[in-house]
């Protein structure tokens, strides 16, 4: 089970509020909660901080950049749902046929 880190162990760094995080990695406060306090959904963000004392989640501004970085971008191609379309089954056919 991952534990949240309380800042005393870490180095001086500006601290995020949920506020801020909920604005730059587009999830709303709520969704930060659930995937900060539900072991099933820690790896969807950055890995929060408590201060002692206190029941407020934190974020180091290089844990988010971090995580911004080394996140993959979603998007490419978005295949539409359902059976192909007779245009796009001729197409795929028209491919095969020429290598």
């Avoid at 201060?51 to 971008?73: C, G, K, M, V």
Wanted: glycine share 6%; net charge positive; aromatic share 4%.
């Amino acid at each position: 089970m991952q534990k949240i880190q309380t800042h005393a162990a870490l180095p001086s760094s500006r601290l995020v509020k949920i506020e801020e995080l909920s604005e730059r990695i587009g999830k709303t406060q709520t969704t930060i909660r659930t995937c900060a306090t539900n072991e099933k959904y820690f790896h969807l963000i950055p890995r929060p901080i408590k201060l002692p004392n206190s029941r407020r989640l934190l974020w180091r501004e290089e844990d988010i950049q971090a995580w911004i970085n080394q996140a993959t971008p979603v998007g490419g191609i978005r295949r539409r749902r359902g059976a192909p379309t007779k245009a796009e089954r001729e197409r795929v056919a028209k491919v095969a046929r020429h290598g």
